[in-house]
RNA sequence: GGUCCUUUCGUCUAGAGGCUAGGACGCAAGAUUUUCAUUCUUGUAACACGGGUUCGAUUCCCGUAGGGACUACCA
């Protein structure tokens, strides 16, 4: 195999959307099984979808999940610069090659003639309503007017599109890694417009351009481009670069978790979910959006869902937990599901879970302090960790050890009506009173001498653990839950557990 | 409408002519338990349909139906 370069090619027209990060982690996993390029392409020839801030979120999306990049305007590379609006002057020599070899037109048309020209076909019921090869010879252009009429209309700065022409009554066979081969019919293709009359290139002319020019061998990207491909194909040939033309994969696309269509934004605002990686705040709209980072999900678990969507690796296997590293070695296009897959907020719960429990309490405890700090609360490394390492078992969210650990800082304020109903009883108040007699007398408050004394009061009085346990519970954090309550007891420490029960008593 | 892609449990998927069609999420039940969870066990549930090819099709071929994408001087 060629040496391996692939890019990742957004436009900065927005957030970086789950269907943009998979693709761009597909590319970069192939890159590295390879031992290949990454490589970072900004396709902003439209410039009036440009959104300021899309191309660092773009930038810092990618880095939050540690996607590594080879080349880039920001780290370089042989091949720059990598922002398609400046590389401007290269396409109009490109283009202008096409039109001199007879591949590609000037146009004329204004945005008028096309529409009547559309509104024409569709009253005529025809089924190609487009600019091509049935439509041309009707149409303003250089191929209509002859020679010497083009070059008077273009000194009279004229405004004008270069169009490819689709070639008639050609039978393309072409090869997708993931879809195998792919037919088209290039009578049923229309003429797109390769560079428009702002003096930009479309998308078609410049990505062919610059994949060339950087030496790009697999185009790896949404399957939404799929129809593309024959006009694709047909630029590489007509520049004459067929022997250099990359291997194209065209990924499956990211459907709702429920209904019908594509993933969008909406989705995950109507059914909760972030959609973006990152906190996002659109500056035309106003928007804002909350991404995955700041809804505790860890970048590895983030990456390793976002790989399993549309992606497994094959021969039976069954693991589902793959650090970076791992999917490096094993990703193969090959195994790249070819029907799109519906997003699973469910799934993603679970493997961050996965994850949370997995990482060493110390690393937690990183995001416990910072938590816990923005609810005004001080808490040492040791604690931190201490704490997480009593909650996780609860959590799905690195959010959640701070929530989860509140009542060890904050004394309940109130109590859960409904564990109130259930555990709370007549003698609870009679027992609670016993208790602090208990915890007064209690030198050693480490949880498991607590559990020795508890057990040896509740067994030698005829008491059930339920009737003691449930009922402090409630006193010491509002509700019933959390860990073991022998461990709460050692936490809060001798002093601050029995002023909780005493006033939980009062004013429960 | 036209073109192209696609189709295994509710969801993500394994499977590459012969299997009790496997796993995971979810859901349900049970076990553990002082609570909530975790964990463990079990269960639930799928080859879209119709034709071929074949001794034999989930698997290969052709239709039909469903789904998706594209059909801009957007990417």
Known sequence: MREVRVRFAPSPTGALHLGGVRTALFNYLFARKHNGKFILRIEDTDQTRFVPGAEEYIIKSLAWIGLDIDESDIVGGEYGPYKQSNRKHLYTKYAQQLVNDGFAYYAFDTPEDLEVMRKDLEAKKSSIQSYGP???????????????????LLDENVPYVIRFKMPENEKLVLKDIIRGEIKADTSLLDDKVLYKSDGMPTYHLANIVDDHLMKISHVIRGEEWLPSLPLHYLLYRSFGWLDTMPEFAHLPLILKPDGKGKLSKRDGDRLGFPVFPLHWEDPKTGEVSKGYEEAGYFPEAFLNMMALLGWNP??????????????????????????GSKFDPEKNKWFNKQYLELKPNEELAEYFIEDAKKDGVTVDKAKAAKLCGLVKDRCHFSHDLWKESKYFFVAPTEYNEANKKKFWKPESEDLMNKSIEILKQTEDFSSKNLENIFTDWINNNQLSFGKVLNPMRLLLAGECKGPHIFDILEELGKEESIRRIETGIKNI
Request: charged share 30%; hydrophobic share 30%.
């Open 134 to 152: 049935a439509t041309r010879m009707s149409m303003k252009n250089s191929l209509t007017l002859g020679e010497e009429k083009t070059k008077q």
């Open 314 to 339: 094959g021969n039976n296997s069954t693991q589902e937990i793959f650090t970076k590293e791992e999917l490096c070695k094993i990703f193969t296009l090959e195994n790249v599901h070819k029907a």
